[in-house]
């Protein structure tokens, strides 16, 4: 366990700025890229997993973006350092379980960062905070470029970029917002919603991305399609379909707030009263009460305490996060306790 | 409704004094009385109703304790002020229910009252705060022999005082002592304890008496048997019998924080959150969670109010006091609203 220092830095896409930050938490785009002749990360021998692994981390050396950012090489953490990585959204579950030489370098405040040897030889990732899909690639596509300088990229004039998996071929995006919709899952109207998302080449997931668990009403909303559209087709169709599910989530608040105001004002100050006072309490409640507390705020209901504090509790309560922040392993009971701790202080310091 | 003003009078038996008032609330004696000469109310006519309303009326007015208390004719009231009455522990549920010439006098800190023409023409309640049955029966034998100074009782050397009901003759007595049991009930023991109590003569009950439902953990204990005995007799059987229970109960409390101290911290300080910061509460909800509280202050858990508040809002929570406190009558959803509003009022004033 070696990431205590990561606790204190600032997560830029938490900041609670850009369009919607109230609906829309962060929007994030990544690119897949693979190096010639070296085979994929998966059939590629430890010894030409090291080569690409130090040709990128070359590269990332002679960038201006990249200087001073740490570039981790993941066969150095342990289990729990990994899961915060992958808490933080900084690598993939398979990048944290597999093995193999694989790498991270983390950008300034971690609005940018690069994945070496995950399924492909790199996954560059731009996050912002809000509906900033446009931002969140303008300096992606920067580094991007310059990167393309410093290393050979696998491309075709004919399809694009090559990637290990034939789904991301193309233009190797994907595209993703994370949003808040507790309206829309109060009211029921959220199934319709991930319904219409698939049928136009849209796919919802949970928090930590496939086949997850969909916690605190957060959906990660995603393009599906790599092939054909060309990138800023990827990045404007997708900030259209957000914006259509903004407007019903906020119409489905709206209606909420009208009829049940008295209601909502309950549920979100018992869920308020209840972070500030528990002495134990798992990740799923504190999703539950903190996505309550998060409408409260967008209703203007009084209640002291910012929607920068909860995304940052979002993060900050996961399992890997609290064992990070004290520095030893714990078992669930005494997470529970820690993070009862932390979101009691947290909360009270937001003043 | 016209008993507002009663709502700002203090209560004697909330205090929070006398013997351990952390697990015994209060101390509860009654004595059933009749006038020689004059049916039993339920077999008296509205002239005699009168006649026996009147006298005990006139005994009051001579007596120095009643001098200034207020002496009710219920036929003066709606339903809310009677079911008001009822939720202070001033009257029951037959006399505020039933018709006829029914009287109540109130005395000092209501820790001395009186029902007129309920079941019997006089019952005599006298209520402490604590395990206090025997300052509780002092002042009330005293009334009592002041009172059968100006009144006839009808009373039988062989069988004692005379009753509608053969269950009170005798002593005319009933004893009893308003417990809150929340160990108990946690570890299960409850009925163990319950069961006990029936088969050396004693009773428990939920807040408003028989029939009642357990709320909050509380249980009103109180003996059966009134003829045989006498009241010293009764007072010390149920005293003792009390302890034992305030024993078992302590143990219990002793256990559940020994074996789970930072699960009951978690309990009671989600019990106070909520309270703190509901918008809307029912009164079964509330009076679970000021259990909770409650156990919290015997415990000295930190927390930022006093029994004698809770003990308060058991009382003023109700209904009735809720739609006293407004002036007006009012539907169930506006009293949880008028509740939630009550609560977090009192438990920050109480500071």
């Known amino acids: 366990m070696q990431l205590q220092n990561m606790l204190r830095q600032k997560i830029g896409w938490l900041e609670s700025k850009g369009k919607s930050p109230g609906i829309a938490i962060s929007s994030r785009v990544r690119l897949a890229r693979n190096l010639n002749r070296i085979p994929f990360p998966q059939k590629a021998s430890r010894r030409e997993q090291e080569e690409s692994f130090e040709k990128i981390k070359g590269a990332c050396e002679e960038i201006a973006y990249f200087k001073g950012a740490p570039i981790l090489n993941l066969q150095e953490f342990d289990r729990v350092d990994r899961q915060f990585l992958l808490e933080r959204h900084l690598i993939s579950y398979e990048h944290s379980r597999g093995d193999g030489v694989r790498g991270l370098v983390i950008g300034d405040r971690e609005l940018l960062s690069l994945m070496i040897n995950e399924e492909d030889h790199l996954r560059l990732q731009g996050i912002q905070s809000g509906l900033e899909l446009q931002q969140a690639w303008d300096i992606l596509k920067q580094i991007d470029e310059q990167m393309d300088k410093k290393l050979d990229y696998a491309f075709s004039p004919e399809i694009g970029y090559l990637t290990a998996c034939p789904t991301n071929t193309g233009?190797?995006?994907?595209?993703?917002?994370?949003?808040?919709?507790?309206?829309?899952?109060m009211n029921e109207e959220i199934n319709k919603v991930l319904q219409a998302l698939n049928k136009i080449g849209m796919v919802a997931r949970g928090l930590y991305g496939e086949g997850t668990k969909v916690m605190g009403d957060l959906f990660q909303i995603s393009n599906q399609v790599t092939l054909g559209p060309n990138e800023e087709g990827i990045i404007d169709n997708l900030e259209r379909v957000v914006k259509q599910v903004i407007d019903y989530e906020i119409k489905g608040r709206k209606t909420l707030f009208k009829?049940?105001?008295?209601?909502?004002?309950?549920?979100?100050?018992?869920?308020?009263?209840?972070?500030?006072?528990?002495?134990?309490?798992?990740?799923a409640e504190t999703m539950e009460f903190l996505s309550k507390v998060r409408l409260g705020?967008?209703?203007?209901?009084?209640?002291?305490?910012?929607l920068d504090i909860l995304n940052e509790l979002t993060i900050l309560t996961q399992p890997a996060h609290l064992q990070e922040s004290v520095g030893k392993e714990l078992v669930p009971s005494k997470r529970d306790f820690i993070r009862a701790e932390m979101i009691r202080e947290k909360l009270k310091s937001g003043k």
């Open 259 to 283: 009829e049940s105001k008295e209601k909502v004002m309950d549920v979100v100050y018992r869920a308020y009263g209840v972070l500030v006072n528990a002495r134990q309490i798992s990740f």
């Open 297 to 306: 705020i967008y209703f203007d209901l009084g209640l002291d305490t910012k």
């Open 171 to 185: 233009t190797g995006m994907r595209a993703s917002v994370l949003m808040h919709l507790p309206a829309l899952v």
